[in-house]
Nanobody, 124 residues
Framework: QLQASGGGLVQPGGSLRLSCVAS????????ISWFRQAPGKEREGVSCLESSDGAPYYAASVKGRFTISRDNAKNTVYLQMNSLKPEDTAVYYC???????????????????WGKGTQVTVSS
């Protein structure tokens, strides 16, 4: 299972850090991704981190503002979001495939584990 948290209401230009805690499997053996879905829009892959030391993946819309990281001791993956914009408003989900070896980015249909979403609202 995955449990995402850390969302909230923030003003434009602000920051939030999302957390995704895994139970039942170890995140350092799996790739992990963050997706988001805004009302009326399709789900979008935001960031992805492979189980190896490969470079993280970021969607063009968040590159340079978001940072994905992993704390193996806590079995947790983070998404640090800086310089937030109103268009970042969405429900954010963390997800992981069932098997090892996936390379980022990973399409949503290939994900097996999904966390409940956490709402991020960027508004003044």
């Amino acid at each position: 299972q995955l449990q995402a948290s850390g969302g909230g209401l923030v003003q434009p230009g602000g920051s939030l850090r999302l957390s995704c805690v895994a139970s039942g499997f170890t995140l350092d053996e799996n790739a992990i991704s963050w997706f988001r879905q805004a009302p009326g829009k399709e789900r979008e892959g935001v960031s992805c981190l492979e189980s190896s030391d490969g470079a993280p993946y970021y969607a063009a819309s968040v590159k340079g503002r978001f940072t994905i990281s992993r704390d193996n001791a806590k079995n947790t993956v983070y998404l640090q979001m800086n310089s937030l914009k109103p268009e970042d408003t969405a429900v954010y989900y963390c997800a992981a495939p069932a098997k090892r070896g996936f390379k980022c980015p990973i399409a949503a249909p290939l994900m097996y584990y999904w966390g409940k979403g956490t709402q991020v609202t960027v508004s003044s």
